[in-house]
């Protein structure tokens, strides 16, 4: 199942029972950026900012003095639930004089967050690899030709007495066929080594 990110900052607005609701949607790839996107977009006149955001296995979430559980886990499970991650979510609420209950706010805080990320923009997250692989003067030609075919990008080339040593990112899924159509076109002179995964 493909997960996403979203392509720009996104916002949803409702007003349930004369509370008003807005939900700010942002990509965010480290813990340091959602918090910064989080202070940004949080309204200090607003009766409550509550907020969630998760990248990959990392995630926090805050309720922002509504009872617990009623608004910073459900905007999570907002974002858990639209196959969302590297995303930050902040909902902002104005106080209507309607007591929503534990259950209405969860619902609320986690309705408005699900609305503004399935509007948003969304964009699939690619798994990427980077490889590193030595090539001859006479093999770089071909193999530079050959990187658009299989979504690499040329990240780093160091040259040696020989020719260079690459760093090639690419997505994971097309590594084993980068890895066989180079060792096709070398004969097999060329080995790959994975490095990093992201």
Known sequence: MPVYTLADIATHREEVRKSRFIAMAAPVTTPEAAMAFIAAHSDAAASH??????????YRFHDAG?????????????????DCDRVAVVVTRWFGGILLGAGGLMRAYGGCAASCLRLAHRIPIVEAIVLTMPCTFADMPVLRARLRDY??????EEFTADGAVWRVRMPRERAMAWAAMVSDLTRGRVQLAEQIKP
């Open 49 to 58: 900012n509550c907020w969630a955001w998760r990248i990959g296995s990392v």
């Open 151 to 156: 979504a690499a990008d040329l990240e780093a």
């Open 66 to 82: 509504e009872p617990g559980g009623t608004a910073g886990r459900p905007i999570l499970a907002a974002i858990d639930g639209q």
